[in-house]
């Protein structure tokens, strides 16, 4: 990774339109209806960025949205990328380091993710307050980007204090249940054995997935703070576990999307001039 890289892309996206976006969010899987309702001035397609890379996962449109919503200057990742599609731990982070150098000063991040926890249901909203990183490395291995943040980044508080403290209150606000749990992130792109359903719930997660850990671990590097929310859309129950399909993610996630965007929307909303 060449920070030179970053500042093409960032003034690629300048030159393009983006300027000085306030917040960041990243889109998961099926989790898009926020884009729905934006303001958009400018949506360019990843393969169209310096450096970027194609989405190559169908649920995912593969884009950079940027537009006004509650007068704040947001910009959107529609679809991210995965260690499972054959990408580096580089290429999966990359826009996390240019949306910061562009300018974002917090980012929000959703996902689809199975439940360990016994007590989540289908469509249940986690907000992440811990992870464990299953994957088989770390995206600020090799020479470090001093530009960027230091060399031996601190993790004692990965997410936001400041962040979930604010959806907390505003979930409680909507009447909107939001769970707080520790996500482990596992490389798929196959789902857990019941086995691992097993090892993971005895390592202390409470939800698994297959991304989001390499984006959070950058954006801490960088001191831009971050804030998660997960949707459940499927319950990893080793004792009774059922075949999962895409069509029941999808399906779960479309569902806890509409609370999702109605809680990052009042965030928005409610988010100090930044
Ligand atoms: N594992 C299990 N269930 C899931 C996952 C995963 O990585 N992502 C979404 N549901």
Known sequence: MK?????????????????????????????DKLAEIMH?????SYTDIPYFVETTVEAHKGSLLFGTHHGKKIV???????????????????????????GIKQLLVSNASGAL???????????????????????????????????FPDLSQPYDPVMNKQLKQLAETLDIALFEGVYAAWTGPSLETRAEYRFLRNAGADVVG????????????????????????????????????IEQVLHHANKGSRKLSRLFDKYIQTAPEL
Do not use: W
């Open 3 to 31: 920070y030179e890289h970053i500042l093409e892309a960032v003034s690629f996206l300048k030159g393009s339109g983006i300027d000085q976006p306030d917040i960041g969010l990243i889109l998961g899987t099926g989790l």
């Open 40 to 44: 958009k001035e400018v949506e360019i």
């Open 76 to 102: 959107m990742m529609r679809g991210r990328f995965h260690l499972y599609e054959g990408y580096s731990f580089d290429q999966i982070t990359f826009p996390v380091r240019v949306l910061k150098v562009l």
């Open 117 to 151: 926890n016994p007590s989540y249901s289908l469509s249940d909203l986690v907000l992440l307050d811990d992870h464990i990183n299953f994957l088989p490395g770390n995206p600020l291995t090799g020479r470090n980007i001093h530009e960027l943040g230091p060399r």
């Open 210 to 245: 297959m991304s989001t850990v390499p984006e959070v671990i950058v954006a801490n590097h960088m001191k831009l703070p971050v804030a998660v929310v997960s949707v459940v859309t499927d319950l990893c129950d080793p004792d009774n576990l059922q075949p999962l399909t």
